[in-house]
Every structure is written in C-alpha cells, then in structure tokens.
C-alpha cells in the first residue's frame, strides 16, 4: 500500500526557518517525481514545488522560489521541503504527491497533510 | 504561468443529478489536464487524469471530456459521497496551476 506520511509543520515565527519532511513507503520512491502543494486556511490547491526521480531537478513556484528548497533522500525513502525567510502568507497545509509513473503528470497519491502556522 | 478558469465556483444539487463543472486553460495544454476531488479535512484525490482517462478505483459515474482549451467533469448521476470540491490542474508544464475549485453541495 502507498503511503505518504508528512512531519515537521508547526508554529513559527515571520522570517523563520522550517523543515517538513515526508516519508514513502510502499513503492519504489527512487522512480518517482515528487511534489510539494500547499492550501492555505479556506483557499484552493498551490503548487509549491517538484523534485525528479532522482534530485537532479527541481522545480518552484514564484511565491517560494529563493526561499524553498525541496531535496530528497532515496536511500532513506524521504522528501524534504526546507522553508525560510517564512510569511504569513506561507501558512497552510502542506501536502506532499507523488507524481504518477505514467506521462499525465498528475498526482496520484497524497500525503494526509502538516499545517504550518507562520505568526508572531 | 498558465491559468486555469473554473465555473462554476460552486452548486447546489440533489442526489441522483447529472452535474457538470468546466475549466478553461489560458492556453493550449493538449491533454494534460487533470481532476481532483478534496473532501473537508482531506487530501485530494484524483479523479480523472489526462483529460478523459478514469483513474483506478474510481466510479464510472465520474467521466471527463475536452474541447480545445476547454475541460469538463461530469458526474452522471450524483450520489451522498459525491459532495465535495473538485479541482481541475493542467500538467502541460510547471508550475503547474489549479482551477479556484468548484464546491458540490446538497440541494
């Protein structure tokens, strides 16, 4: 069974720094893309970030480009999305995907989600 | 970045309605296009991908169809599970973007 399981979100301040992580399991996670998107309180899916198969591709939204940084560690099963310089605007649920095998592009599992709260 | 203009943003409707949501891409995406579906609290799941194609598992009730720039999601036949957001995405490129979401609520 594929599972997504995200950790790391939590209280911080404006201009903090954060790290969310999602651990994969139940598939081979070294021959996927992965993606970051987000939701902020009451609003729509955002795109955050997306990574290749094997970390030599990344990719950002324009909201978090020079702020995000998204890596992956294929021996330990693991997605990362290093967050700094954080805004209230950057509060949201976070949801890490995996991008399907096939050519659509889309997302075909989700993570259940890790809410990250940026305030004073 | 490409846009995604979905409609309606939101609508009522009762169980065993034939209910259809639409969104337009602001320029040619081919195929890519694809449909979720986000129950409160939950993750999104996807419904439909590459414009037409049902993904694994889910009900033959939900089909999708494309038109040039213009997508559309139809449930034949709206069941109590059905209520829900759904969200249309292009995967043409990245970012890749979202419509704003239609809400399907009880009428």
């Known amino acids: 069974e594929v599972q997504l399981v995200e950790s790391g979100g939590g209280l911080v301040q404006p201009g903090g720094s954060l790290r969310l992580s999602c651990a994969a399991s139940?598939?081979?996670?070294?021959?996927?893309?992965m993606h970051w998107v987000r939701q902020a309180p009451g609003k729509g899916l955002e795109f955050v970030s997306a990574?290749?198969?094997?970390?030599?591709?990344?990719y950002y939204a324009n909201s978090v480009k020079g702020r995000f940084t998204i890596s992956r560690d294929n021996s330990k099963n693991t997605l990362y999305l290093q967050m700094g310089s954080l805004r209230p605007e950057d509060t949201a649920v976070y949801y890490c995907?995996?991008?399907?095998?096939?050519?659509?592009?889309?997302?075909?599992?989700w993570g259940q989600g890790t809410l990250v709260t940026v305030s004073s | 970045d490409i846009q995604m203009t979905q409609s309606p943003s939101s609508l009522s409707a009762s169980v065993g309605d034939r209910v259809t949501i639409t969104c337009r891409a602001s320029?040619?995406?081919?195929?890519?296009l694809n449909w979720y579906q986000q129950k409160p609290g939950k993750a999104p799941k996807l419904l439909i991908y590459?414009?037409?194609s049902l993904q694994s598992g889910v009900p033959s009730r939900f089909s999708g169809s494309e038109s040039g720039t213009d997508f559309t999601l139809t449930i034949s036949s709206l069941q109590p599970e059905d209520f829900a957001t759904y969200y249309c995405?292009?995967?043409?490129?990245?970012?890749?973007?979202f419509g704003q979401g239609t809400k399907v609520e009880i009428k």
């Open positions: 995907a995996r991008e399907a095998y096939d050519i659509s592009g889309s997302c075909d599992y």
């Open positions: 139940g598939f081979t996670f070294s021959s996927y893309a």
């Open positions: 990574i290749n198969y094997n970390g030599d591709s990344t």
């Open positions: 320029q040619d995406i081919t195929s890519y």
């Open positions: 590459t414009a037409s």
């Open positions: 995405q292009q995967s043409y490129n990245i970012p890749r973007t």
